[in-house]
């Protein structure tokens, strides 16, 4: 199984953190069964761009960026040339390190 390096954020994992994964689950899938509360205020249906994250290694072992999430980056802060929303990014058989942004578009968090 992949192993995800998160580097460190200052909310959802001061320390950073790694978590195992099947191929073919999304980095946000991953994230959330691992007790890592990334933002998804669309509930996973890639119509916001509160999943953002920059993947600093292993971008090419991801599944391809449809159009409607290419779109949708435009919109994402700290948009890099590696970002994926997380929610359409799905794991193949290699290992990755993920940055979350400091900061979303999110204006409404939801349970804080």
Known sequence: MPIIKILPHPEY??????VKAAPGT???EALLENGIAIEHACDMSCACTTC???V???LG???EAEETEEDLLDRAW???PQSRLSCQAYLAQQDLVV???KYSINHA???H
């Open 52 to 54: 953002h994250v920059i």
């Open 56 to 58: 600093r290694e292993g």
């Open 109 to 111: 968090k939801e349970n």
């Open 99 to 101: 940055q979350i942004p």
């Open 13 to 18: 994992c001061p320390d950073g953190a790694e």
């Open 78 to 80: 700290g948009l890099e």
């Open 26 to 28: 999304s980095i946000c």
């Open 61 to 63: 072992s991801l599944n």
